[in-house]
């Protein structure tokens, strides 16, 4: 099978298309670098030929209102260029509870993007995922103050990376599911405790101080962020994670 990997040299899709090839597929990573820019519409026919499957994991370079326009560039561009190549399926990479966040741009524009699929001519499906572990230094650096880090205890249930390209992949090599997927780290935390996890891991004696307001989590409601009901849960805990 031939699967076209948008995003194909970033943190997920380079993983996607390592598993993907050890199956014994032609995974074919797509990127600027390789000349097909997904927001220009550039090589994108000439990428998409003779694909099977195409994944979209690219992601928008910002998270404020601007990531709207960039996923609606994107998806529409894909799908016409893999309509016109005859692929079988897309398929995107999602958050889990996105549509459940309405308070943030960024995820308002996630829902576009799932909109415009789920409307779109080919057959899709779409894997949400929860928080990835090795995004923890980058949502703690976003309210880090001198010597404190604020942050709220909004729950969520982060995965590994790895856990996330797996269950891509699966989905990739699999029939459409005209729906979603919902995947999931095995642990429930709040985001709080998730930064004093990952400072006490790393020697940093900075203390985690408890803001509702914080950071764009602050922005979440309840645990919407938490695997719905049916959702595959991942085995890899945060600990272990770190101790590898």
Partial sequence: MKIAVLG?????????????????????????????????????????????????????????????????????NLLAAAQRAGVGHAVILSIVG??????????????LQEEILKAGPLPYSIVRATQFFEFAGAILSWTADGDTVRLPGTP?????????????AEVAVGAPLQGTRNVAGPEVITLDEWGRITLAAKGDERTVVLD?????????????????????LATTTYRDWLAR
């Fill in 8 to 76: 194909g040299t970033g943190l997920i899709g380079s993983q996607v298309v390592k598993i993907l090839q050890a199956e014994g597929h032609e995974a074919v990573p797509l990127s600027p670098s390789s000349g097909v820019d997904l927001l220009t519409g550039e090589g994108l026919d000439a990428g998409l030929k003779g694909a099977d499957v195409v994944l979209n994991l690219t992601n928008s370079p910002t998270f404020d209102e601007a990531s709207a326009d960039f996923f609606r560039t994107t998806m529409e």
């Fill in 98 to 111: 996105v549509d459940q966040v309405p308070d943030l741009a960024y995820y308002r524009a996630k829902v």
């Fill in 156 to 168: 969520v249930q982060p995965m590994a990376s790895a856990d996330v390209a797996k269950a891509v």
């Fill in 212 to 232: 509702p307001a914080a950071g764009m989590f602050g922005a979440v409601p309840g645990d919407v962020l938490l695997a719905p009901e049916g959702a595959a």
